[in-house]
């Protein structure tokens, strides 16, 4: 589900349910490398059985890694996947199954998504092309030399889409590695290995959730199975909740920007804080041939969804219920209530922004009109549907649906209003900014001192020399360095000049100007994305907080011109969102329940318009999904139509081709109040399914049988070592199939027996290559074939389809709770409510005490600074350090960024460490956010406590990167870091610093002012110790020979 912030917005409220990946690293013996032994526990002290991977969150990360260069070929792709599959095994070692799932051919209420941002895509592509073409030819202008570019077969990222080369390619590459892995690796031995590629229909997380589905609640599966699924998507959270699968865990990166948590605000340098800064200058990477490759490697960290379970039962528990309350009901309801904030299905609501505490309103209004709705908003995957009127066969009942959603549509006009207000102060202030930053750089010199640039960088130029030396002193071998052919000497008034000797004068360094243009483009895309930086400014015509919002709304969106028209594209609107609402509940819990189905317009109706929801009706067709052509056919700009087969290109990109109006070569961008440009609505014509299947009929039988194959529809593969229990049982049913036809083939399968599979159901059908080729030959150069191969294939079809069960099934053994109500924090003020002002209270209490926002004072210094941070005279000192040891210039052209930090500096002033928010009468200790019933209310902030609870005899590490003395609970592991010491994703403003830096517009610019705040991430750098190694992988060449030993279906 594309909910942006929402995993951070999930940590940042329930921490306990995030916990640091305990990483073992390959060890080096006389330069042989010793891989982890993955056979032995995992240092996590959490046994896994079976481990899912969203493969499409891999592939993507490969195409620009962080830990090498970028790879210019297929399979320097692929040896970077190899590299990053290893990572994720050894950290989760699972026990009895690992499931690879590659996205194939998407639902066509998906495929609208992928259309907008693949065209996207192109675009952004072909724009900074013609903006790297004139950076280029700027630094060809001065004389400034940068290396040739280079051919590369990953030049275009849609190329990740099933029905292309590199996706067939890509599945015998998968294959390759299965093979390697069970052959060689001890870790790999009993477990069984399922790949479902780009051939087999379905999004990869999807895939996953139908095989956990299907395996509940029959004969053999073990209802204490635990599960470990990784992804980058947020919606993987969601999907793991309505599994209902209680020992389940999302495994992903640390979200935060590498090295940043530790980086000076004041020298823009790694390994310390402000604080300990002494103005040193700057080191380029391998500037004295250092060893190392200056990646910083990312750290992972487990969601535990039994955690999270533990938390909404205290969250949505219900004050004096009407009826006992059921928690599984609970989360079905919360999964369907936040699909309102967003999902890849269905456009925006304008009603609800979830930086605006979106989340927050839909729970308390929730709480506060549940007595009234009688019952819960869903039965599993039905959406409101009571059982009477199911057997009866009438209609759906959404009229729950219809009275939750109409009060959230009561506070649209406080809302509205709010956003407008603070989108004008934004939008004033930050012009203002960009006013005197353009004043401070048309006054300043045309060289001025920067500590962050190498001399080196003005290499080949002469310089006037000056008789007095400068102060600056050679620290750590920098003035001895053969690199240093130039000191900075001071004449007379002036700041400082270089002399460069003629012998000595060094060539321009063509990797450092490749980096420099690569940062400048970078700075230049992001500059034309702001709307800011627009001279012709979007007008909002729609003015939503205004009188008439409604109607304008309708007019502008939907271009509507009377009254009448208007009424009927709103119940249009809100007939197909509802369709879309209940297809997205039954594809989270059932699967998909239509092909075809779609949502048929750019823009979401409010929330207020969801009425009269009742004499809806609401039907879906089955279907079936698109051949992998004809869905490139449908998301895929003319621009990638290098993609696909000759002949089906023409239809992209001939003029006279009857669908060449699908494939406008530009659009408009409705930027629809929004700040950057990728925020905005491409508003690209829907596919006429009908007229594309048309065209299509007229070139299909021109393809090749290589293109027809990467066009069908296959099957899940399933791999397992000769030593496996279920091995006698597939060379069995091969021996079975030798005589037999290919048709017969195909429709013959055999039951698997759970207690030979570890619990696993479903079917085994014959591979159509062999099962057990004794060679398995190498796709990629560089890579040795497998010799006397120990690894059988075969298909896998799952269970029988029946329908999931919304609850944990019997038999499960629940975790040791260990959330208690104290580790909830205080429901914060609504989000429209909150005027934003804060009292100020008097420092007669200690840094021991603390108040809603965790701000810290004490008697003697008033506001205290958070850790890594200073101010004062700390500040003045640091500076002074900075400006004694930074008489290095270079010019404008470089970038000078002291504004940037200044910049940073000025806005902490505003609510970094501010007094906390003042109750709301009308919901904060009452109505909405009123606490559970039968709870302790929350104590004032003068007399509360920390409440530590000892689980283990741990220490805890520091605060949770937000203060001192966060009142969290100390929550131990048995040893490792605090689980709180999360800088990266928490903020060092404090939790409410989430809540009032909502100024920001669209909460974008608060997203960012979060991420540059001095102290950022505080507890952060515990997790890098210990330096990472990172893995490199060389490249090498594919090999095309794809004779039997690629099993295919």
């Known amino acids: 589900m594309g909910v942006p912030a929402f995993y951070r917005w999930l940590a940042e409220k329930y921490p306990l349910i995030v916990s640091d990946v305990v990483e073992e690293e390959a060890v080096e013996i006389e330069g042989i490398k010793i891989p982890v032994d993955t056979s032995k ?18 592939i993507h990360p490969c195409f620009h890694p962080e830990d090498r260069p970028s790879p210019t070929t297929f399979e320097e792709v692929f040896q970077c996947m190899f590299d990053y599959i290893d990572r994720l095994f050894v950290m989760v070692r699972p026990r009895k199954l690992l499931y690879m799932a590659i996205d194939g051919v998407a639902p066509r209420a998906k495929m609208n998504q992928q259309r907008s941002r693949r065209f996207r895509s192109a675009k952004d592509a ?9 950076l280029r030819e700027e630094f060809e202008r001065e004389g400034r030399k940068l290396p040739p570019k280079i051919d590369s077969q990953v030049f275009d990222s849609n190329v990740i889409t099933p029905g292309t080369e590199f996706m067939g390619v890509l599945s015998i590459a998968l294959q ?18 399922i790949l479902s590629d780009a051939n087999v229909p379905g999004e990869g997380e999807h895939k996953i959730m139908s095989y956990i589905r299907l395996q509940r609640n029959i004969p053999g599966f073990d209802p204490n199975t635990r599960h470990c699924l990784y992804g980058l998507d947020a919606d993987l959270i969601m999907l793991g909740l309505a599994t209902h699968e209680v020992h389940f865990s999302i495994l992903r990166e640390v979200v935060f920007t590498p090295g940043q948590q530790d980086k000076c605000f004041l020298c823009g340098q790694m390994g310390h804080m402000a604080a300990d800064c002494e103005g040193k200058a700057k080191k380029r990477a391998g500037e004295f041939d250092e060893k190392g490759d200056g990646f910083v490697k990312k750290p992972y960290q487990f969601l535990h969804i039994w955690i999270l379970r533990e938390y909404l039962e205290f969250e949505m528990r219900i004050p004096n219920p009407p009826f006992e309350i059921d928690l599984e009901r609970i989360v079905d309801d919360f999964i369907f209530i936040c699909f309102f904030v967003g999902n890849d299905f269905l456009p925006h609501m304008p009603t609800l922004e979830i930086r605006e505490g979106a989340i ?38 959404l009229k729950r649906v219809e009275q939750f959603i109409q009060a959230i549509g009561s506070f649209e006009d406080k809302i509205f209003q709010k956003r407008t207000r603070l989108h004008q102060r934004q939008a004033e202030r930050i012009k203002g900014d960009k006013a005197r930053k353009r004043r401070m750089d048309d006054a300043a010199p045309t060289v001025q001192p920067e500590s962050l640039v190498p001399v080196e960088r003005f290499s080949g130029s002469r310089l006037a020399s000056a008789p007095v030396p400068s102060p600056f002193q050679p620290s750590d ?9 130039a000191r900075r000497l001071s004449s007379g008034s002036s700041i400082g000049a270089a002399i460069v000797d003629v012998e000595n004068s060094l060539e321009p360094d063509e990797n450092e100007n490749k980096e420099e243009l690569k940062t400048k483009l970078k700075e230049l895309i992001r500059e034309k994305s702001d709307a ?35 009424e009927r594209i709103r119940k249009d609107v809100v007939l197909k969102y509802t369709e879309g609402l209940c297809w997205v509940m ?12 779609f949502y048929p317009y750019h823009y979401a109706p409010f929330a207020s318009d969801l009425k009269d929801l009742g004499e809806l009706d609401i039907k879906f067709e089955l279907g079936t999904p698109f051949k992998p052509f004809n869905q490139l056919l449908g998301v895929f700009p003319a621009a990638s139509s290098h993609a696909l087969p000759e002949r089906y290109r023409t239809l992209m990109t001939d003029p006279n081709s009857p669908i060449i109006d699908f494939y406008p070569t530009d659009f408009e961008v409705d930027m629809n109040g929004k700040r950057y440009s990728w925020q905005g609505i491409a508003k690209l014509p829907f596919i006429d399914e009908r007229r594309l299947l048309e065209a299509v009929s007229e070139v299909e039988f021109t393809l090749t049988d290589e293109e027809k194959r990467r066009n069908s529809r296959m099957c899940d593969m399933l791999f397992i070592a000769t030593s496996h229990r279920l091995a006698e049982l597939i060379f069995s049913l091969d021996n079975h199939c030798r005589q037999l036809s290919a048709r017969e083939r195909i429709d013959l399968k055999v039951q698997i027996k759970p207690e030979l599979s570890d619990g696993m159901n479903g079917y085994l059908t014959p591979c159509s290559g062999e099962t057990h080729p004794p060679i398995f030959r190498s796709p990629m150069e560089g890579m040795e074939d497998i010799l006397a191969n120990q690894v059988i294939c075969c298909i896998y079809r799952l269970p029988d389809v029946h329908s999931h069960i919304t609850r944990p099934p019997p038999g499960v053994i629940f975790p040791k709770k260990i959330v208690n109500i104290g580790d909830l924090k205080p429901p914060p003020p609504l989000w429209h409510e909150d005027n934003g002002r804060r009292p100020m209270h008097n420092n007669n209490y200690n840094n021991n005490h603390y108040n809603n926002n965790n701000n810290h004072y004490n008697n003697n210094q008033g506001r205290q600074n958070p850790p890594g941070s200073l101010s004062g005279l700390h500040l003045g000192d640091a500076a002074h350090r900075l400006v004694t040891n930074s008489l290095q210039t270079r010019t404008d052209r470089h970038g ?33 956010n009123a606490p559970p019933h039968g709870v302790q209310d929350y104590a004032p902030p003068q007399s509360r406590q920390p409440p530590y609870q000892s689980r283990g005899g741990y220490q805890p590490r520091g605060s949770s990167g937000r203060f001192p003395s966060d009142p969290y609970p100390v929550q131990s592991r048995g040893g490792g870091h605090h689980r709180d010491n999360r800088g990266g994703r928490g903020y060092s403003g404090g939790y409410n610093q989430h809540q009032q830096q909502q100024q920001h517009w669209d909460g974008q610019g608060g997203e960012e002012h979060y991420n540059n705040q001095r102290g950022y991430g505080g507890g952060q750098h515990h997790r890098q110790q210990g330096g990472d190694r990172n893995r490199r992988g060389g490249g090498s060449h594919h090999h095309h020979d794809q004779g039997p030993r690629h099993h295919r279906y």
């Open 532 to 566: 800011f930086n627009s001279d012709t400014h979007e007008e909002d015509k729609v003015k939503l907080g205004e009188p008439g919002w409604r109607e304008r709304y309708y007019e502008e969106k939907f271009s509507v011109t009377t009254i009448e028209e208007m």
């Open 176 to 193: 390759y590695y299965v093979h390697l892995r069970l052959n060689h690796d001890v870790g790999w031995k009993n477990i069984k290995v």
């Open 360 to 397: 927050n309103l839909l729970m308390a209004v929730y709480k506060k009109e549940f007595r009234s709705l009688d019952g819960y908003l869903t039965d599993g995957c039905k959406v409101l549907i009571l059982t009477l009127i199911l057997d009866f066969g009438m209609p759906p009942n």
């Open 586 to 597: 039954h594809y989270y819990m059932e699967g998909v329940c239509s092909w075809q189905w």
């Open 126 to 134: 072909s724009d900074a092309a013609a903006e790297e073409e004139k």
């Open 896 to 928: 000078y960024q002291a504004a940037d930090g200044h910049h940073q500096q000025h806005h902490h002033g505003h609510g970094y460490n501010q007094p906390p928010y003042a109750p709301q009468v009308s919901y904060q200790y009452g109505g909405y």
């Open 477 to 485: 071998g920098v003035g001895s360095a053969p690199h240093q052919k």
């Open 41 to 58: 526990p995992n240092p996590n002290d959490l046994e896994y059985d079976n481990l899912y991977l969203d493969m499409n969150g891999i």
